[in-house]
Antibody, heavy 115, light 112 residues
Framework: EVALVESGGGLVQPGGSLRLSCAAS????????MSWVRQAPGKGLEWVAN????????YYADSVKGRFTISRDNTKNSLSLQMTDLRVEDTAVYYC????????WGRGVLVTVSS | EVVMTQSPLSLPVTLGQPASISCTSS???????????LNWFQQRPGQSPRRLLY???KRDSEVPDRFSGSGSGTDFTLKISRVEAEDVGVYYC??????????FGQGTRLEI
């Protein structure tokens, strides 16, 4: 059974940094694109970033480009999102999702940016 | 950027009755490989999103056959043949044809 478990969320001040992780199991991680999608409180879904199977290419939403970095470790079946220069508007539940089409999702982790 | 527009944004339904949600894209979603990367997601209250349909009409595993998808070009529809109580939640369409960015519709809240 596919499982995606996010961790690393929490409260951070504006301008601060946070690193999210996603532990994957139940599928061949190295064969799947991976994505981060976020959802601000009471709002809809917003795509954040994707990473290719090998990790060689990454793609970002304009809203996070230059501040967030997506990466993966195929030896550990792990996906990460390094977030820097965080803003109040980055407050959201962050989901790890499998593939470009979001075939499977984790339960999400809450990131709160507030002073 | 491809803009995805859903309607209605709120959909009151009666148990056992059909329901339909529309999703319109600002440009055609046929990829150069011939596929149309239009997906539908369900998000029940307090839960993560769950994909129901991919490439317009292909049902994911364990998705009840009362859910169906149709459409082409820029106009797509999610239909529920007979609404059940467990179908309450928010439904999103998403395009993965022309990206970045991957874009979602605003969501349609289905309520009994």
């Amino acid at each position: 059974e596919v499982a995606l478990v996010e961790s690393g969320g929490g409260l951070v001040q504006p301008g601060g940094s946070l690193r999210l992780s996603c532990a994957a199991s139940g599928f061949t991680f190295s064969s799947s694109w991976m994505s981060w999608v976020r959802q601000a409180p009471g709002k809809g879904l917003e795509w954040v970033a994707n990473i290719k199977r090998s990790g060689s290419d990454q793609y970002y939403a304009d809203s996070v480009k230059g501040r967030f970095t997506i990466s993966r470790d195929n030896t550990k079946n792990s996906l990460s999102l390094q977030m820097t220069d965080l803003r109040v508007e980055d407050t959201a539940v962050y989901y790890c999702a499998r593939g470009l089409g979001g075939s499977d999702w984790g339960r999400g982790v809450l990131v709160t940016v507030s002073s | 950027e491809v803009v995805m527009t859903q309607s209605p944004l709120s959909l009151p339904v009666t148990l056992g009755q059909p329901a339909s949600i529309s999703c319109t894209s600002s440009q055609g979603l046929v990829h150069s490989d011939g596929n149309t990367y239009l997906n539908w997601f369900q998000q029940r209250p307090g839960q993560s999103p769950r994909r129901l349909l991919y490439q317009v009409s292909k049902r994911d595993s364990e998705v009840p056959d009362r859910f169906s998808g149709s459409g082409s070009g820029t106009d797509f529809t999610l239909k529920i043949s007979r609404v059940e109580a467990e179908d309450v939640g928010v439904y999103y369409c998403m395009q993965g044809t022309d990206w970045p960015p991957i874009t979602f519709g605003q969501g349609t809240r289905l309520e009994i």
